[in-house]
T-cell receptor, first 110, second 114 residues
Framework: QQPVQSPQAVILREGEDAVINCSSS?????VHWYRQKHGEAPVFLMI?????EQKGHDKISASFNEKKQQSSLYLTASQLSYSGTYFC???????????FGKGTTLSVSS | GAVVSQHPSWVICKSGTSVKIECRSL??????MFWYRQFPKQSLMLMAT?????????EQGVEKDKFLINHASLTLSTLTVTSAHPEDSSFYIC??????????FGPGTRLTVL
């Protein structure tokens, strides 16, 4: 089952914050976040494992609520380079293929 | 991060011909690779899981006779689109997992069938 991402699109000015959500109807082992720019392959951002992880790098962080089967990606003080489509990929068992949500398009302007 | 390469980057072919796309893990061994297809402005749709030395596992709705997958070594998986038609035009992306956790994508191959 494909995870559900929200919102579908976000428009920001530089310096503003955004939250992208990913929810699943199935129990999850892990959630993976990627950013894809037009015409390019997805770039790995981070992985969160079951057990309720939170992690971050620079101004991008994420959390995983295993009970709620939800993950959120937090982008703070957005930069122009953050523009792109963000996908969450979920796996219900370790080592299986990721199933991706429909994506959230983020546009950051100056 | 680990590096996954794909070849070619793009290909244009005539309807009815077959096209082979290679996916290589450059600095690690991948017992499992995944093939995805992405139509414009849509999500990545899993086509199949490729396992080294065994038959690929195809997702429901993906024709195994049309999309032939071969994973002959720990660093190479190939996808052959047989008798390609315009509706097969898409962005094909492979990925491989490192240590069972992180999944890294190749740069993708854009297939255009005329």
């Amino acid at each position: 089952q494909q995870p559900v991402q929200s919102p579908q699109a976000v428009i920001l000015r530089e310096g503003e914050d955004a939250v992208i959500n990913c929810s699943s109807s199935k129990a999850l082992y892990s959630v993976h976040w990627y950013r894809q720019k037009h015409g390019e392959a997805p770039v790995f951002l981070m992985i969160l494992l079951k057990g309720g992880e939170q992690k971050g790098h620079d101004k991008i962080s994420a959390s995983f609520n295993e009970k709620k089967q939800q993950s959120s990606l937090y982008l703070t003080a957005s930069q122009l380079s953050y523009s792109g489509t963000y996908f969450c990929g979920t796996e219900s068992q370790a080592g299986t293929a990721l199933i991706f949500g429909k994506g959230t398009t983020l546009s950051v302007s100056s | 991060g680990a590096v996954v390469s794909q070849h070619p980057s793009w290909v244009i072919c005539k309807s009815g011909t077959s096209v082979k796309i290679e996916c290589r893990s450059l600095d690690f061994q991948a017992t499992t690779m995944f093939w995805y297809r992405q139509f414009p402005k849509q999500s990545l749709m899993l086509m199949a899981t490729s396992n080294e030395g065994s038959k690929a596992t195809y997702e429901q709705g993906v024709e195994k006779d049309k999309f032939l997958i071969n994973h002959a070594s720990l660093t190479l998986s190939t996808l052959t689109v047989t008798s390609a038609h315009p509706e097969d035009s898409s962005f094909y992306i492979c990925s491989a997992r490192v240590g069972g956790l992180e999944q890294f994508f190749g740069p993708g191959t854009r297939l255009t069938v005329l």
